[in-house]
């Protein structure tokens, strides 16, 4: 189950609880706020904030080019203009926040992206949640013969069995023994920052994500491209919608 019960409500109530303002409004971003899509077996990803909309970026673009702008007939016009020539810099003056929750190994993949605001999950004060990322069957792929970095063709039958069956054993076996070393009511027990490192990296962590749009346009073209790994795809794959 992608949100616990505690988060679902939250999520309603938030819906269910409009607040007049005085800010710019982006309709499309307003359908989405809150609402958790799942991605994965157990992950979600959800918009918690944003500022600005098309407006904010034309602002930004006809008060840097002056002149320059004034034959665009429109806000749509001279967006598709500043995107199909490049000129980002009117972009980032729109940002977006994500609560995003994933695989610990994805989001190690994730963090390369260096130019955003994050706040993750602290295994430090917290337990982790005993859910773990386990492919599919069709998404059990050989390394590829042509690409260091690639799938190549699906594992299948006992050979796909066996794996799937390593995943899932040691990561319960990795979660019994975080929990044991933690100790139970009364027992003194290993510190949680000592303890997470014996997890595996297909637990789900949580986060917090805030990027403006040029650099999410940047994120979008690496990760929702047809050779990203699967399991950041489809988290891009989901924000493009």
């Given at each position: 189950?992608?949100?616990?019960?505690?988060?679902?409500?939250?999520?309603?109530?938030?819906?269910?609880?409009?607040?007049?303002?005085?800010?710019?409004?982006?309709?499309?971003?307003?359908?989405?706020?809150?609402?958790?899509?799942?991605?994965?077996?157990?992950?979600?990803?959800?918009?918690?904030?944003?500022?600005?909309?098309?407006?904010?970026?034309?602002?930004?673009?006809?008060?840097?080019?002056?002149?320059?702008?004034?034959?665009?007939?429109?806000?749509?016009?001279?967006?598709?203009?500043?995107?199909?020539?490049?000129?980002?810099?009117?972009?980032?003056?729109?940002?977006?926040?994500?609560?995003?929750?994933?695989?610990?190994?994805?989001?190690?993949?994730?963090?390369?992206?260096?130019?955003?605001?994050?706040?993750?999950?602290?295994?430090?004060?917290?337990?982790l949640d005993r859910?773990?990322?386990?492919?599919?069957?069709?998404?059990?792929?050989?390394?590829?013969?042509?690409?260091?970095?690639?799938?190549?063709?699906?594992?299948?039958?006992?050979?796909?069995?066996?794996?799937?069956?390593?995943?899932?054993d040691d990561a319960?076996?990795?979660?019994?023994?975080?929990?044991?070393?933690?100790?139970?009511?009364?027992?003194?027990?290993?510190?949680?920052?000592?303890?997470?490192?014996?997890?595996?990296?297909?637990?789900?962590?949580?986060?917090?994500?805030?990027?403006?749009?040029?650099?999410?346009?940047?994120?979008?073209?690496?990760?929702?491209?047809?050779?990203?790994?699967?399991?950041?795809?489809?988290?891009?794959?989901?924000?493009?919608?």
């Open positions: 189950m992608p949100t616990t019960p505690d988060q679902q409500a939250e999520i309603n109530a938030l819906r269910q609880q409009p607040q007049p303002t005085l800010r710019s409004v982006a309709p499309g971003m307003e359908a989405h706020l809150y609402t958790a899509y799942p991605v994965l077996d157990h992950g979600f990803i959800r918009v918690i904030d944003y500022m600005g909309d098309d407006a904010a970026i034309c602002q930004a673009a006809r008060v840097s080019y002056g002149k320059g702008t004034k034959s665009v007939q429109n806000d749509e016009g001279l967006i598709r203009y500043l995107m199909r020539h490049w000129h980002s810099t009117p972009f980032e003056m729109c940002e977006i926040k994500l609560h995003v929750k994933l695989p610990v190994f994805v989001a190690r993949q994730w963090i390369r992206h260096r130019t955003a605001n994050v706040n993750e999950y602290s295994a430090r004060y917290s337990i859910e773990f990322y386990i492919p599919a069957p069709e998404h059990l792929a050989a390394q590829s013969v042509i690409n260091n970095q690639g799938r190549g063709e699906a594992l299948s039958g006992e050979e796909a069995a066996r794996v799937l069956a390593y995943l899932k319960t076996r990795a979660y019994d023994h975080y929990e044991e070393m933690i100790g139970q009511e009364g027992q003194q027990g290993l510190a949680r920052e000592l303890a997470r490192m014996n997890l595996p990296a297909n637990i789900y962590t949580q986060w917090y994500w805030k990027v403006d749009l040029h650099n999410l346009f940047h994120f979008l073209r690496l990760r929702a491209d047809a050779h990203a790994q699967y399991e950041i795809r489809v988290y891009a794959e989901e924000i493009c919608k």
